[in-house]
């Protein structure tokens, strides 16, 4: 299989095409563009996280533990938290993902298994989703990067897992451990599959709920307040 070393320059030159050619071809803006290439760059390391102690899985969770509080900073807005709890929030995210889910991982993950799948992609393009912010169209293409990344690894693992041998190709063992839909794990296939199907559930209302939070929480209030106002400068 293919080092940490080769699934990060192969998913950081992905990020790079990624990004340039959505700034080049559809005029998306520029910090987008790089976000959406970076986060590509990045999830090449993801599938690994089912590796146990290491460097992928260390790396991994520092970098999510600096990331995710900071992609979450425009929901917390939204929901109009106060500048001191986005701060006390982001902390408890960092510590959480940095510590808790990385013992987590460490604990109950094993290496190949569904992590190297494609619903485990699916999976984690949709939480990059709903973390994201923006328009749908960005988010969709933020999440993009994440997916595009993600595949690049398992598509990796695969190609390295053929070799020439005696002249003619041969399978290794670990062939079809990836790129897979179904794992030999009953239970493990269950809890993925529940996930996913969680998960795209909520992407897919997700929007929705969000237009009618602001609707009621936010934008009535506004416009309220802005009519007490007019009213006392008419009078």
């Given at each position: 299989?293919?080092?940490?070393?080769?699934?990060?320059?192969?998913?950081?030159?992905?990020?790079?095409?990624?990004?340039?050619?959505?700034?080049?071809?559809?005029?998306?803006?520029?910090?987008?563009?790089?976000?959406?290439?970076?986060?590509?760059?990045?999830?090449?390391?993801?599938?690994?996280?089912?590796?146990?102690?290491?460097?992928?899985?260390?790396?991994?969770?520092?970098?999510?533990?600096?990331?995710?509080?900071?992609?979450?900073?425009?929901?917390?807005?939204?929901?109009?938290?106060?500048?001191?709890?986005?701060?006390?929030?982001?902390?408890?995210?960092?510590?959480?993902?940095?510590?808790?889910?990385?013992?987590?991982?460490?604990?109950?993950?094993?290496?190949?298994?569904?992590?190297?799948?494609?619903?485990?992609?699916?999976?984690?393009?949709?939480?990059?989703?709903?973390?994201?912010?923006?328009?749908?169209?960005?988010?969709?293409?933020?999440?993009?990067?994440?997916?595009?990344?993600y595949l690049s690894h398992l598509l990796l693992d695969e190609l390295y897992s053929i070799e020439w041998y005696r002249g003619r190709l041969r399978l290794?063992?670990?062939?079809?451990?990836?790129?897979?839909?179904?794992?030999?794990?009953?239970?493990?296939?269950?809890?993925?599959?529940?996930?996913?199907?969680?998960?795209?559930?909520?992407?897919?209302?997700?929007?929705?709920?969000?237009?009618?939070?602001?609707?009621?929480?936010?934008?009535?209030?506004?416009?309220?307040?802005?009519?007490?106002?007019?009213?006392?400068?008419?009078?």
């Open positions: 299989m293919a080092d940490f070393k080769r699934h990060l320059t192969a998913s950081s030159l992905l990020g790079v095409g990624y990004g340039a050619g959505a700034y080049l071809l559809y005029d998306v803006p520029v910090p987008t563009c790089v976000l959406a290439g970076g986060l590509c760059g990045v999830s090449g390391m993801l599938p690994d996280l089912d590796s146990g102690p290491g460097v992928p899985l260390r790396e991994s969770m520092a970098l999510a533990a600096a990331v995710v509080p900071m992609m979450l900073i425009d929901r917390f807005e939204q929901f109009g938290m106060s500048p001191e709890l986005i701060v006390l929030a982001g902390a408890m995210l960092y510590l959480f993902i940095r510590f808790g889910l990385a013992a987590l991982l460490r604990k109950y993950t094993v290496h190949r298994g569904m992590f190297h799948s494609l619903p485990a992609a699916l999976i984690f393009g949709e939480l990059a989703f709903l973390l994201a912010s923006g328009s749908i169209e960005l988010r969709i293409y933020k999440a993009g990067g994440v997916l595009v990344g290794k063992r670990s062939f079809g451990t990836a790129l897979k839909i179904f794992g030999t794990s009953w239970w493990s296939n269950i809890t993925t599959y529940l996930k996913l199907a969680v998960l795209t559930f909520v992407v897919l209302k997700e929007p929705g709920w969000m237009q009618e939070h602001y609707s009621t929480q936010i934008k009535k209030p506004v416009e309220q307040t802005a009519g007490k106002v007019m009213g006392r400068i008419l009078r």
